[in-house]
């Protein structure tokens, strides 16, 4: 994306990114990102989507780790800088969008769908599988689009634009929907549960999810687990379980790097929890769902153990 310089009002800052006087006033690129990104800002809003690999997002001060099937919505004006992780192929894609792009060209529904979703902060969205797909098409054809530029490209750009923004919606309201069930546990294991929801990919370990000085481990174990049948542990590894189960059934990504991706680093331990909730490897899992024999949305973290022994 072009660079305008620093801000006037703001020498001796950071540069500050803006399209606003380009035709149209709108941006895409999809980029094999190896190294950092330094801090910066702009003046539009901005959608970054990981396709692919690991880092750390630093907004507005605030540290956060993205990954495959990701989407970072930043608000204009955000100061924010990427951290790459070192030797890891990371891929990416950028886009700058205005409201007066979408108002222009008939789809002023776009900007309501995005504004709800910022809520006047950063936010960032995890993509199940199915909806990831469908984004990660909308995103390829909005970049044809700018690249090429045939007649009418703006309007199927704001039209493929506002599709994109449909999905985000679907995947954010997913998580409430599971989380509806669990609405009158107490609120310390709520909060546990709305960590896993969001963060299940990066959760090292019970510290980060017990509230500091509030009760001991032990206590919090014996909680969650009175209102859940299992320990935060448990669920958490039901958890990425099923979202590793949508990424084998529903897309072509390695067995490993979906391991990883659900937030599984050790390849041996996945295998086994694999095993032992589903009844068979994750090759033979994927094998039964592209026959048809199992449906990626049928298998859920309450759906297990699906065969083998008890989990």
């Known amino acids: 994306m072009g660079i305008v310089g620093p801000d ?47 880092g750390t997002q630093k907004a507005d001060g605030e540290l956060t ?43 002023p529904r776009a900007m309501e769908l995005i504004d709800g979703m910022l809520d006047g902060g950063s936010r960032l969205i995890t993509l199940p599988a199915d909806l990831a797909s469908d984004v990660e098409e909308s995103i390829d054809t909005v970049l044809r689009e700018f690249i090429f530029r045939i007649g009418r490209y703006e309007r199927v750009i704001a039209l493929e634009m506002e599709r994109l923004f449909i999905n985000l919606e679907r995947a954010r309201g997913e998580a409430p929907a599971v989380l509806e069930r669990y609405h009158q546990t107490p609120p310390v294991v709520y909060a546990a549960l709305t960590r896993i929801e969001s963060l299940f990919y990066s959760i090292e370990s019970l510290e980060d999810l017990v509230p500091a000085g509030e009760l001991s481990k032990k206590h919090f174990i014996a909680l969650f687990k009175r209102h859940l049948g299992l320990t935060p542990i448990q669920y958490l590894i039901r958890v990425r379980l099923e979202k590793c189960c949508g990424a084998l059934a529903t897309s072509g990504v390695p067995i490993t790097e979906a391991a990883h991706q659900c937030g599984f680093n050790d390849l041996g331990y996945f295998n086994l929890q694999f095993k032992a909730h589903t009844g068979m490897s994750p090759r033979e899992f994927r094998k039964r769902s592209a026959a048809g024999l199992l449906r990626a949305g049928e298998v859920t973290r309450f759906a297990f153990p699906l065969g083998g022994r008890k989990a």
Request: glycine share 6%.
């Open 65 to 107: 780790r993205v990954t495959a099937r990701q989407m970072l919505l930043l608000p204009p004006g955000s100061s924010h800088e990427f951290v790459a992780v070192r030797g890891r192929r990371h891929r990416q894609a950028s886009i700058a969008i205005y409201p007066e792009f979408f108002s222009a060209h008939g789809t």
């Open 8 to 54: 006037p009002g703001k020498r001796n800052q950071m540069e500050i990114f803006s399209h606003r006087n380009k035709v149209p006033p709108f941006a895409v690129r999809k980029t094999d990102l190896m190294e950092s990104f330094p801090p910066h800002g702009h003046d539009f809003i901005e959608l970054t989507y990981i396709f692919e690999g690991t």
